[in-house]
């Protein structure tokens, strides 16, 4: 049977995934590494990617508007929400939320926050058709009008 391209509610890529922030992944202070944050947003996205467009594979195309806003430490929790937000023939673009809390207060901070672009592909590798997302609320019309400003943009840097 193949595959339907049917229209997906945007709450159907809703993903929250959460870890426990360890020594190994901080600096000297007990910051945790940017780099590792990426890991763990990249992670969430291809979820929420893979759980909308439901293809053999999902690739990372690229990272947009990332930014670091306040610190996670060894000892919090994070906590990265991810949401298809914009879809494009083959291509998706997730907003990730990602927030800090303390386990000892259930204090929760917002920390940093990505749109990031995945492409799905065909058992062979190639680039594949993926379906639309449908908002349902006004909060997600906005979400996806801001994510296709940004697949707009990436489209336009890429013509060069
Ligand atoms: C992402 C990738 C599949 C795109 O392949 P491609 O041959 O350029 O494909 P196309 O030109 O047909 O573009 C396919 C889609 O990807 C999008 N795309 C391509 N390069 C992109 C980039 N750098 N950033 C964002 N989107 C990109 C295109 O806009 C297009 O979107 P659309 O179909 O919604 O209009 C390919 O570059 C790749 O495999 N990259 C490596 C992925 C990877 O290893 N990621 C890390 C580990 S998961």
Redesign the pocket.
């Known amino acids: 049977m193949p595959r339907s391209l049917d229209p997906v509610p945007m709450s159907q890529s809703a993903t929250t995934m959460s870890r426990l922030m360890q020594p190994d992944e901080a600096n000297v202070y007990g910051n945790v590494h940017g780099g590792a944050i990426l890991k763990y947003i990249d992670e969430a996205a291809a979820v929420a990617a893979w759980r909308h467009a439901r293809v053999p594979k999902v690739?990372?195309?690229?990272f947009e508007r990332m930014s670091f806003k306040e610190p996670v430490f060894v000892g919090d929790i994070l906590h990265c929400h991810a949401t298809v937000r914009h879809t494009?023939?083959?291509?998706m673009v997730i907003g990730v939320r990602v927030e800090g809390e303390d386990p000892s207060t259930g204090d929760v901070r917002h920390v940093a926050s990505a749109h990031v672009?995945f492409?799905g592909?065909d058992k062979t590798g190639k680039?594949t058709e993926v379906p639309e997302v449908r908002a349902e609320t006004e909060e997600e019309q906005e979400k996806m009008e801001r994510a296709q400003r940004i697949h707009e943009a990436?489209?336009a840097a890429?013509r060069g």
């Open positions: 690739v990372t195309a690229s494009g023939r083959t291509s672009t492409v592909l680039p990436i489209k890429l």
